[in-house]
């Protein structure tokens, strides 16, 4: 499995997703758009260090044991890895489309091939538009409570276990 995290706004949301991600095992993390970068070069010194002390904090280490990458167009990456093979899936909720399956569902195994990208959205817009024409399987997590939603770093755990016990 490879991760994008696109345009996720919290570093405490990507620590706790790397944390998540090292430990069932993720292949890659692609850190798009607007998510903040571990170990960013492009960053003066000094932001540079407080972005990763912040991520730290929930990653607690993991940033260090993943193979974390940014890519300056998500779009050209993303059709790169489906013409490797790569089944794209995005993770959300609350959706009209038409490629929606939930997780917990008979025809998700069906749908899931083992090179699965599963990609993230912003926690409150969810995935940018501009994304959907190129992801293959839209995946929602089924909720019982009175909440729409659950926490990205939530959701991901979530989805990166349930994808990978299919």
């Not at 798009?32 to 492009?42: C, F, L």
């Not at 993303?78 to 008979?106: A, F, M, T």
């Not at 998700?108 to 940018?128: Q, R």
Request: proline share 2%; hydrophobic share 40%.
């Amino acid at each position: 499995m490879i991760l994008v995290l696109d345009n996720i706004r919290s570093t405490y949301n990507v620590g706790a997703i790397l944390r998540t991600a090292e430990g069932f095992g993720v292949e890659k993390v692609n850190l798009s758009g607007y998510t903040p970068r571990v170990h960013d070069a492009n960053l003066l010194p000094h932001l540079r260090a407080k972005l990763d002390k912040e991520i730290h904090k929930t990653a607690l280490g993991a940033e260090d044991m993943l193979d974390i990458y940014s890519c300056g167009d998500i779009i050209t990456e993303l059709k790169k890895l489906k013409k490797h093979g790569w089944r794209i899936v995005g993770l959300e909720n609350n959706i009209n489309e038409p490629n929606l399956v939930k997780l917990n569902s008979s025809e998700m195994k069906e749908k899931i091939s083992d090179k699965v990208v599963l990609v993230l959205g912003e926690e409150v817009k969810g995935i940018d538009y501009s994304l959907y024409d190129i992801i293959d399987l839209f995946v929602e997590i089924p909720m019982k409570g009175q909440k729409e939603s659950f926490n990205v770093s939530v959701a991901a755990g979530i989805a990166i276990y349930g994808i990978m016990n299919l």
